[in-house]
């Protein structure tokens, strides 16, 4: 793949407080705010990746433009910290609001079950029920993904289907 497509490709960082923790989210493509564009351009879908350790969402970066790019920039891509495993730079304000549910605290947010219920808040808060959900995990992030199946069994997942004919 050419790395300067990869440089064309826009990642707006945000800081939010989620759960109580500050988190950092990197949204790959154009769309920053699925919950409140009802425009007609609003994709169906988001491509949420879920980092192992050490939580780091920058890692993800290449691999985040590489599928951005691989699909045609028609769906967005965004990676999630893990709950206070990234501090925002005094210069960057953290996004929240009074009305925010992110914004209780959640329980033992640093454990497994907190970490669990951190990316279901956000997901609860940021994105659309009835967008369609490809979730990656990496690690760790495959097991808080399978938890969060559990939990939420109706998460509106876009699931491969395997054999299909083209």
Same mark, same amino acid.
């Given at each position: 793949? *050419?790395?300067?497509?990869?440089? %064309?490709?826009?990642?707006?960082? %945000?800081?939010?407080?989620? #759960? #109580?923790?500050?988190?950092?989210?990197?949204?790959?493509?154009? $769309?920053? *705010?699925?919950?409140?564009? +009802?425009? =007609?351009?609003?994709?169906?879908?988001? &491509? !949420?990746?879920?980092?192992?350790?050490?939580?780091?969402?920058? @890692?993800? =970066?290449? !691999?985040?433009?590489?599928?951005?790019?691989?699909?045609?920039?028609?769906?967005?891509? $965004?990676?999630?910290?893990?709950?206070?495993?990234?501090?925002?730079p005094k210069d960057k304000k953290i996004l929240t609001t009074s009305? *925010?549910?992110?914004? +209780?605290?959640?329980? *033992?947010?640093?454990?497994?079950?907190? +970490?669990?219920?951190?990316?279901?808040? @956000?997901?609860r808060t940021h994105v659309p029920k009835d967008m369609k959900l490809?979730?990656?995990?990496?690690? &760790?992030?495959?097991?808080f993904t399978l938890q969060m199946l559990k939990r939420i069994p109706?998460?509106?997942?876009?699931?491969?289907?395997?054999?299909?004919?083209?």
């Open positions: 793949m *050419d790395s300067e497509l990869k440089e %064309e490709i826009p990642v707006h960082e %945000e800081f939010i407080l989620c #759960g #109580g923790a500050e988190t950092q989210v990197l949204k790959c493509g154009p $769309w920053t *705010d699925l919950f409140h564009d +009802q425009s =007609v351009k609003r994709p169906k879908l988001l &491509i !949420f990746i879920i980092p192992g350790n050490p939580g780091f969402s920058a @890692f993800y =970066v290449p !691999f985040a433009k590489a599928l951005y790019s691989l699909t045609n920039r028609r769906f967005p891509v $965004w990676t999630i910290s893990h709950a206070g495993h990234a501090l925002a009305e *925010d549910s992110n914004a +209780q605290e959640i329980k *033992d947010i640093y454990g497994l079950n907190g +970490q669990i219920e951190h990316k279901l808040a @956000f997901l490809v979730l990656i995990g990496h690690s &760790i992030g495959s097991y109706e998460l509106p997942l876009m699931l491969p289907t395997l054999g299909a004919k083209k």
